[in-house]
């Protein structure tokens, strides 16, 4: 069965700093797709970045980075330069098969604060 | 408005009552969603649906009613609200082929 496993309950980091937020998934699909979403305080679901399981190269959106090894299932987040506006819940998610699947499950999140 | 919109935003109701949360978006998607979101279990899919008039149980349908008669609606219903279904619901669409899921505002809902 799909899980979603987002070990970090919260994390912190220095202002300008790099940080990684972890996610491992389990899936007994070849075809899957994996995501990150981004929610502030305010409570919206902001989507970041997004990888799919073919893709040969890490996808990279700005600061952000999918550090993707399949052989570890694991799709962890990195932040690069992190900013105060960073400062928020972050979900992993996983959806089975690349584009046609219907269900995307999510882990519990990390939530990262960022100190000035 | 253009995009996806959810209403209320918030709601306050009695255990046994119906309640029905509203999901409306203007891109025309075929797929659909509804999610809740409690503290330390991320989001669950409650039900989805690939087009109008086709829906589908997702992680925790139990307690909850979708219809969809129309591409751009999606409502929720909670047919007896009980406590355990307090939370904040969120309501997603995206096209057929992206990877990208749009997410609504959000609805508070507490039941007492």
């Known amino acids: 069965a799909q899980k979603i496993t987002q070990t970090q309950p919260g994390m912190f980091v220095q202002e300008k700093e790099a940080v990684t937020l972890d996610c491992t998934y389990d899936t007994s699909d070849q075809s899957y797709g994996l995501f990150w979403y981004k929610q502030p305080s305010s409570g919206e679901m902001i989507f970041l970045i997004y990888?799919?399981?073919?893709?040969?190269q890490n996808a990279t959106e700005g600061r952000y980075s999918l550090n993707f090894q399949k052989a570890r299932k694991s799709a962890n987040l990195v932040i690069s330069a992190s900013q105060l506006g960073d400062s928020a819940m972050y979900f992993c998610?996983?959806?089975?098969?690349?584009?046609?699947?219907?269900?995307?499950?999510f882990g519990a999140g990390t939530r990262l604060f960022v100190k000035a | 408005d253009a995009g996806i919109t959810q209403s209320p935003r918030y709601k306050i109701t009695e255990t046994g009552r119906q309640v029905t949360l509203m999901c409306h978006q203007t891109w025309s998607h075929s797929y659909m969603f509804w999610y809740r979101q409690d503290l330390g279990h991320g989001l669950r899919l409650i039900y989805y649906?690939?087009?109008?008039?086709?829906?589908d149980k997702g992680e925790v349908p139990d307690g909850y009613v979708v219809s969809r008669s129309k591409t751009e609606n999606f409502p929720l219903t909670l047919e007896s609200a009980t406590r355990s279904q307090t939370s904040v619901y969120f309501c997603?669409?995206?096209?057929?082929?992206?990877?990208?899921?749009?997410f609504g505002p959000g609805t508070r809902l507490t039941v007492l």
């Open positions: 990888q799919g399981s073919y893709d040969e």
């Open positions: 997603a669409s995206r096209t057929g082929t992206s990877n990208e899921q749009f």
């Open positions: 998610a996983m959806r089975e098969g690349n584009t046609g699947g219907f269900k995307t499950i």
């Open positions: 649906s690939a087009a109008a008039d086709i829906t």
